[in-house]
């Protein structure tokens, strides 16, 4: 079975500018989550979807949103980009269990310049 | 107070010894514990899940619950230098609406 695939793997973009990412699930999970990671920061939880609706959000600006198509691929967007946008942002999918987790994506690396 | 607590390390341990990696978590709802390895650079990868209290054995590795005190550990037994990383705890609530909150990870270190 094919893993969580994200594209692109690396952007890089200047500041003020949009970006898109996409996510692919593993076959079967309809649960994505995405996590922005940075060094000083950890792993930070974005949002979650589950049948194309938002089920859980972090604590983001408005800026970043997300979506999810019926396919269970999800995008997320970050509008206006800053330079402390600049990180690794993860995706994650998981079957709608408690007790199953999530596997990850490669992640895609964005730089804000 | 963070939801999911980790003392970040760095936690040198020399190869062959047992490195013990400790998470307390809030929630006393929380169902579900898992522990993640992060190489630098790399995505998180599960290396194992536990639900009830006691221990659960998965090769070198040892995870170990203790729900009343809101702890869970991970045992590395026979540590190598390939298990250098960061280790993320991860848990999740009560329902398969829960998200899972993952703590800041502990970094691991094995010297030759």
């Known amino acids: 079975k094919a893993g969580v695939t994200q594209t692109p793997r690396y952007l890089i973009k200047t500041r003020g500018q949009q970006v898109t990412l996409s996510c692919s699930p593993i076959?079967?999970?309809?649960?994505v989550s995405w996590y922005q990671q940075t060094p000083g920061q950890g792993l930070q939880f974005l949002f979650e979807y589950f049948s194309e609706t938002q089920r859980n959000k972090g604590n983001f600006p408005g800026r970043f949103s997300g979506r999810q198509f019926s396919n269970s691929r999800s995008e997320m967007n970050v509008s206006t980009l800053e330079l402390g946008d600049s990180a690794l942002y993860l995706c994650?999918?998981?079957?709608?269990?408690?007790?199953?987790?999530?596997?990850f994506g490669p992640g895609t690396r964005l730089l804000v310049l | 107070q963070k939801e999911v607590e980790q003392n970040s390390g760095p936690l040198s341990v020399p190869e062959g010894a047992i490195a013990s990696l400790n998470c307390t978590y809030s929630d006393r709802g929380s169902q579900s514990f898992f522990w993640y390895r992060q190489y630098s650079g790399k995505s998180p990868e599960l290396i194992m899940f536990?639900?009830?209290?006691g221990d659960k054995e998965d090769g070198r590795f040892t995870a170990q619950l203790n729900k009343a005190s809101q702890y869970v550990s991970l045992l590395i037994r026979d540590s190598q230098p390939s298990d250098s990383a960061t280790y993320l705890c991860?848990?999740?609530?009560?329902?398969?609406?829960?998200?899972?909150?993952f703590g800041s990870g502990t970094r691991l270190s094995i010297r030759p």
């Open positions: 991860a848990v999740k609530g009560y329902s398969s609406a829960s998200k899972i909150i």
């Open positions: 536990i639900y009830s209290n």
């Open positions: 076959s079967g999970h309809r649960s």
């Open positions: 994650a999918s998981s079957l709608d269990t408690v007790q199953e987790t999530q596997y």
